[in-house]
């Protein structure tokens, strides 16, 4: 009898071991709440706002704070196991500053009926080793589209008149489930600047589409809606121009992010 019951709950501990599987992240997320525990106090933050998309093989975030429009973004790579969710970035920006060397953060992940959970249990916030815990609601549609995925800048102006100056910038942008979001480091002044900027889209048509921004790093387009042209070569590069009310025009171009 007793070896029967030994055999029970190792059957059991089994059967609870193989049926965990590893989590399905693709999408787009708002993050509703971060909670902050360096050991000494636990804080809670409601009001920033941060947006994070997850596509097959990578993984970009966008954050600002309300309270002093300060910025961050992150892009990167990552994986999936039972364990949870590693996350290879490879470039961020805050406020002020970049960094282009490679990081690697192992999240504790609990799927919830409208998003997820994460936890970093070890990461270093203001010089502090910290628990960081984040929640996350599911949002847009499961409608797909032609610019769906993370994509790099290669080069950007802005037109005006018969002049044109180009912007000495790094620039990651992203699409995914009718939301998008833009990060950039600004290096055209004498001082290194974050820039963020999140929201919907849609495609009108093949060659335009609408960019509704919803929180952005700059006043000028928070709020506001954006018909921009687009053209495509092949899949994996695009421009993008648009066109501002005293007629000046930005043209960027994009290649998409690929293991």
């Known amino acids: 009898m007793k070896y029967l019951k030994i055999c029970f709950i190792a059957l059991v501990i089994s059967c609870n071991s193989s049926s965990k599987k590893a989590p399905k992240m693709q999408g787009a997320y708002l993050m509703t709440s971060q909670t902050i525990n360096d050991g000494t106090k636990k804080t809670e933050y409601t009001d920033v706002k941060q947006l994070k998309i997850y596509t097959d093989h990578y993984v970009i975030y966008t954050q600002i704070n309300a309270a002093d429009s300060t910025s961050l973004f992150g892009v990167g790579s990552y994986t999936s196991d039972t364990s949870g969710v590693t996350e290879h970035i490879?470039?961020?920006?805050?406020?002020?500053?970049?960094?282009?060397?490679?990081?690697?953060?192992?999240?504790?992940?609990?799927?919830?009926?409208?998003?997820?959970?994460?936890?970093?249990?070890?990461?270093?916030?203001?010089?502090?080793?910290?628990?960081?815990?984040?929640?996350?609601?599911s949002v847009g549609t499961k409608d797909s589209s032609i610019l769906d995925g993370v994509w790099r800048q290669t080069k950007s102006y802005e037109i005006k008149g018969s002049d044109s100056t180009k912007y000495n910038r790094t620039e990651y942008k992203a699409f995914k489930n009718g939301y998008f979001m833009f990060g950039l480091t600004d290096k055209d002044s004498s001082r290194i600047r974050t820039g963020i900027g999140f929201g919907t889209f849609s495609m009108l048509g093949n060659n335009?589409?609408?960019?509704?921004?919803?929180?952005?790093?700059?006043?000028?387009?928070?709020?506001?809606t954006f018909v921009i042209d687009l053209t495509f070569e092949g899949n994996d590069n695009y421009q993008q121009t648009i066109v501002h009310p005293d007629s000046s025009k930005t043209?960027?171009?994009?290649?998409?992010?690929?293991?």
């Open 90 to 137: 490879i470039y961020s920006s805050r406020d002020s500053s970049f960094d282009d060397s490679p990081s690697t953060y192992k999240l504790e992940i609990t799927k919830t009926a409208d998003g997820y959970n994460q936890i970093i249990s070890d990461i270093l916030i203001d010089s502090a080793k910290s628990k960081l815990t984040e929640i996350y609601q």
């Open 208 to 224: 335009k589409m609408q960019e509704t921004d919803l929180n952005s790093t700059y006043p000028i387009i928070a709020g506001q």
């Open 251 to 259: 043209v960027e171009f994009y290649e998409r992010l690929k293991l």
